[in-house]
Every structure is written in structure tokens, then in C-alpha cells.
């Protein structure tokens, strides 16, 4: 018999796995983006230092009041997130998914991540 694991154990794996291979340091630290349900976050972290460098997420108020679609939401984080880690002097991220797939919101989180001047 056949054991199946659930839609949050498979990410997890998928995310352990994916963090083998990306890892942020001082030059280039991890853009990691987090998704639930209603709301998503992004955070720029030096994992050499564990510090996280900048952030945002759609709970802030600026953008919690503001109403559009989900995806637009995560543009919006994404824009912010780009602005505060240019303004901390970071150019160059690694983007870390975490088992999420690359469509929808972490999509759009990265296309506006990338047009507000970050690179990866």
C-alpha cells in the first residue's frame, strides 16, 4: 500500500530540497518569498550572518487597505521589497521559491521585483 503525503509535506520536501542549491551570503543574499492562502511575504536574508536585510508582506498597512487581485497585491510586495533592499545597497538576490511554483503570485512578486531594479 501506497502512503500519500500531504500538499504541505510535499512543499516542504520540495523547498528542502531546493534550499541544498540556493543559499544567500553578503554579496548576494536570498529573496524568499512565503505564500499562503490570503497574503504573501518576501524577505532578503544574508544567511552567512542569519540576518534578514529587508522585507515586506501584503499585511502592511499601505497595502492591506488597497483593493485589487492577489496577484496585484504581490506586485506590490514585490516592488516595495526591491525598493527597501536597493535602499539597503543590495543589487543582486538569489530568488528562493520555496517549493512553490514559479506562476501566479510568486510570479508576479518577481516580475516587479525585477522591474524595480533587482537583479537575478
Do not use: C, W
Not at 492591506?64 to 535602499?87: D, H, L, P
Amino acid at each position: 500500500m501506497t502512503a500519500s503525503i500531504s500538499r504541505g509535506a510535499a512543499r516542504q520536501k520540495r523547498h528542502d530540497r531546493l534550499r541544498l542549491r540556493v543559499a544567500g551570503d553578503t554579496e548576494r543574499p536570498r529573496l524568499a518569498v512565503f505564500r499562503s492562502l490570503n497574503h504573501i511575504y518576501a524577505q532578503v536574508i544574508d544567511d552567512s550572518s542569519g540576518r534578514t536585510l529587508a522585507a515586506a508582506s501584503s499585511l502592511e498597512p499601505d497595502l492591506r487597505s488597497a483593493k485589487g487581485t492577489k496577484s496585484a497585491e504581490a506586485s506590490a510586495v514585490g516592488r516595495i521589497v526591491a525598493e527597501r533592499a536597493r535602499a539597503a545597497g543590495i543589487g543582486k538576490v538569489v530568488f528562493d521559491r520555496a517549493g512553490f511554483r514559479y506562476h501566479g503570485r510568486v510570479k508576479s512578486l518577481a516580475d516587479a521585483a525585477r522591474e524595480a531594479g533587482l537583479e537575478f
